[in-house]
């Protein structure tokens, strides 16, 4: 088994409490260590079977068999393994990083240390995917440089890694890891999917997306995202071919639909920091700007290396429900707010606080980003920031299309406030790898 999951995606599904994540990231307390005269390791027998229950999918039954064998063997390398393994393909990412934290504090039975050997590299590749998703991207960074340390020709680790630097703006060494993932192995077609978003130039772009291809002709994210980008540089004929054959259903060609359908064609981008550049250079830098979900405080801050004040408000315990398959409590950052010079954040339920902050006056927003993910938290954010928004004021959107049901989230929240207001927008940039929306109001003073 060697479960890793290394497409970048934004979906992410983290379920979890602060006290368990704070066990999981400091140092593992004591653990009684196996020696020859105790536990010895699990019957191959019951190896076999979890295994082949493993890769069957039943992922559930795995956890629960495997979580009651711990009980009597709690230091066996192939049960916290398995259980790292099952629960990050669940997506529950509090469980994943337990296991696996423990997993490197045992000291083995005799009989499991060259299993553990055999391990190390693809936990830590693994541990690293499952810090980065819940936000922990300093400890992500530690162990996937502990994956590449242990085997040097780990493409997939180099992969992570760049999915990691992409994160944390650092295109350029994104782009080295991901052309050594791609020159190692260069029949894996995620390295060149996510080399693609490293881009600025759309041709670029597709020559990458084609070479995507040439290794996964079935990979259909590439297939209809190189399909949408045809059509939007002025070849629709690959995504008419996509909709007569049925595929007017995927959210990637719904999306492309849309922007087709605007007066104006937007700019096409491919990261997430790209976006911002382009936005904050459209925008008076004289104003602040204010941020809706922070989270860890990542975009914040780096839209704060541009602006001398920034305005920031989450929960900081994550989603207030669910959002669609994303349980509540998601993208919580615990309880810790984010020490940014010259921020200032409010923390609590917009519904709460919102209405309150923007009871006195405040100044216009140069630019506003959009990261809450909810219609319902959107919508609350649209109305209550209405005060600061002027014509001048550029709206960012951070899942505005793409999503399986992107016309019922950000989307509806802006079509609904518009309508409400009598006002328009006028759609500016859009990116199909990060899902990212800027726009300006229109039928609005520019103050």
Known sequence: MTHYRHIQTSDLSATMTASSVALALAPAPAVARVTEQGAGPLPDSTIEVLSSLYHKGQHRLVVEMARHLLDEAPESIFLRNILGETHAILKENEEAVIHYVRL??????????????????????????????????????HHVAEAIAL????????????????????IKGAQNHFLRAIEIDHRDHVPYWNLHSTVNDPEQAQAILELCLEQAPAFQTGVVTLAGMRALAGDPSHYERLMAAGFGHDPVLRSV??????????????????????????????????EFGVWMGDSFRYLMQSYRKGFGFDTFEGLPEDWRTVPKGSYSSFGRIPQIRGAQFVAGEFAHTLPQFFAR????????????????????ALSNARPVIDGRTLLVFDEFIVNSDWEKDEY?????FCAREGLGYEVLAVSLYTKQMVCRLTGIAEG
Do not use: Q
Not at 116 to 139: C, M, Q, R, T
């Open 412 to 416: 509806r929240a802006l079509e609904e």
């Open 151 to 170: 085997r040097p020709g780990f493409a997939v680790a180099h992969n992570t890694y760049g999915t990691l630097l992409n994160e944390r703006a650092d």
């Open 257 to 290: 639909g849309w922007i087709l359908s605007l007066p104006n064609r937007p700019e096409l981008h491919f990261n997430r920091w790209s976006v911002f550049d382009r936005a904050v250079g459209w925008s008076d830098r004289s104003r602040p700007f204010y």
């Open 104 to 141: 490197l504090e045992i000291d083995p039975h005799p009989t499991e240390s060259e299993r553990k050997a055999a391990y190390l590299p693809n936990v830590h590749n693994n541990l690293s995917i499952a810090l980065k998703e819940l936000g922990f991207l300093d400890e992500a960074e």
């Open 361 to 380: 006056p405040r100044a216009k927003a140069a630019l506003i980003n959009f990261d809450a993910d909810l219609y319902a938290s959107t919508l609350c």
